[in-house]
């Protein structure tokens, strides 16, 4: 149960966009179409944003995006704006009901 | 709308023990499965347990099986976590999480165990 691979940080201009990788292994990301991502503020619980690797929970702007390829998925966001300053993990469900974080990244948007 | 209420965190001294306890509201709980992640303080998320929505499947990351127990009550719309023999790298937030569609869709406010002499 290895954490999944992220970037520390990452940064972008006010419109730009953004892409988050997330790296596991054949063992859980590679093999399940079951990745998602979660956004957290400072101080507040994590919030679903795409599961199902591409699938977005009502309410989530369609700004972001997901998306997989081999052991490497992917949390696109377009058009940054301020309050996407926060936190975001991926994860991955690793099979006989077990899943998998990545160490998470720290997005700023500058 | 969905709540999930956890209760029970604190300080406690290394080899001891502790019960956390979630509350759901706003759905059917017994209908989901449920899950507890941990946040240690400055770090990453970590999944911790689950439990099917009828008890029929449970299991643990390797860093507490063996020493954590999940379980839940569908009638009172709880999920708890009893934790045994606790280490100092067990202190962390504690989140009780609703699992849906192979995601974790609501999470509560988080409970605060704190480990240390």
């Known amino acids: 149960q290895s954490a999944l691979a992220q970037p520390a940080s990452v940064s972008g201009s006010r419109g730009q966009s953004i892409t988050i990788s997330c790296t596991g292994t054949s063992s859980d990301l590679g093999s399940y179409n079951r990745v998602s991502w979660y956004q957290q503020q400072p101080g507040k619980a994590p919030r679903l944003m795409i599961f199902?690797?591409?699938k977005r929970p009502s309410g989530v702007s369609n700004r972001f995006s997901g998306s997989k390829s081999g052991n490497t998925a992917s949390l696109t966001i377009s058009g940054l704006q301020a309050e996407d300053e926060a936190d975001y993990f991926c994860c991955s469900y690793a099979g006989s009901r077990t899943w998998v974080f990545g160490g998470g990244t720290k997005l700023t948007v500058l | 709308e969905v709540q999930l209420v956890e209760s029970g965190g604190g300080l406690v001294r290394p080899g001891g023990s502790l019960r956390l306890s979630c509350t759901g509201s706003g759905f059917i709980f017994s209908e989901y499965s449920m899950n507890w992640v941990r946040q240690a303080p400055g770090k990453g998320l970590e999944w911790v347990s689950y439990v099917g929505f009828d008890f029929s499947l449970i299991d643990y990351a390797d860093s507490v099986r063996g020493r954590f127990t999940i379980f839940r009550d569908n009638a009172q719309s709880s999920l708890y976590l009893q934790m045994n023999s606790l280490t100092d790298e067990d202190t962390a937030v504690y989140y009780c999480?609703?699992?849906?569609?192979?995601?974790?869709?609501?999470w509560g406010q988080g409970s605060l165990v704190t480990v240390s002499s």
């Open positions: 999480v609703r699992g849906n569609d192979w995601a974790f869709d609501n």
């Open positions: 199902e690797v591409t």
